[in-house]
């Protein structure tokens, strides 16, 4: 997929996509290895249920209105697509409230977190094959960036730098510049140190942490 061929909208939602997949699923990877600090995976709890609910929060309260106004009868088919958001709500308030101190209920986050990972990943399976065809056919470019920005401008703050590593594993090079280039110029400037702490905070998530130097996958994106 190259970014000279295809809307940049496309790409940008398929790699969040591609990094909410591979988050969640690492969430669960995670909470079954005893080796994880549970610091390293409340961060990460944190960070996928903010997240999450921010993603999908946009979704309903501004790029469905976007195509609804241009195109209502495609809109109309995102309702089950709200519906699925509302089961995740659900099961996000689920894993938030688990206990993950030293006296927690490991087995009983593993089980949440893999609940949270069935829903996003089956929702995204329902979600592409209607939204990425309204977003080539009804989103111009200028309302696209708009939209960007103000995701991006209400994006939770919590292990922000953790967004740089998924992407860094999802995306190639192009893609995730094309991503992280809506990022305020002040922001742009701290990649390289994001970058950094997301590769060691997922190494240690991976169990590869006594491996960092050879962090990182062979998409890593130079900063």
Not at 25 to 37: D, G, I, K, M
């Amino acid at each position: 997929m190259s970014t000279n061929t295809e809307a940049a909208a496309v790409v940008e939602t398929r790699l969040i996509h591609a990094f909410h997949r591979r988050a969640t699923t690492l969430l669960c990877e995670a909470a079954a290895r005893r080796s994880v600090p549970l610091a390293a995976l409340a961060e990460l709890r944190e960070f996928l249920v903010k997240n999450l609910r921010h993603h999908h929060e946009t979704e309903d309260d501004l790029l469905w209105p976007m195509i609804a106004a241009v195109a209502p009868e495609v809109a109309a088919r995102f309702g089950v697509l709200s519906e699925e958001h509302d089961a995740l709500d659900v099961a996000l308030d689920a894993l938030a409230d688990v206990p993950i101190g030293e006296d927690g209920d490991r087995p009983g986050f593993q089980r949440a977190a893999e609940a949270v990972r069935f829903l996003v990943h089956r929702h995204l399976d329902h979600e592409e094959p209607l939204l990425l065809p309204a977003l080539r056919t009804h989103v111009s470019p200028e309302a696209w960036t708009a939209f960007s920005r103000e995701v991006v401008a209400t994006s939770p703050t919590e292990a922000a730098h953790l967004v740089v590593g998924f992407l860094d594993q999802v995306g190639t090079q192009e893609e995730v510049a094309l991503v992280l280039a809506g990022l305020p110029e002040p922001a742009r400037q701290f990649v390289p140190v994001m970058r950094e702490q997301a590769h060691a905070a997922l190494a240690v998530l991976e169990g590869t942490a006594n491996t960092a130097g050879t962090t990182g996958t062979a998409n890593t994106a130079e900063g």
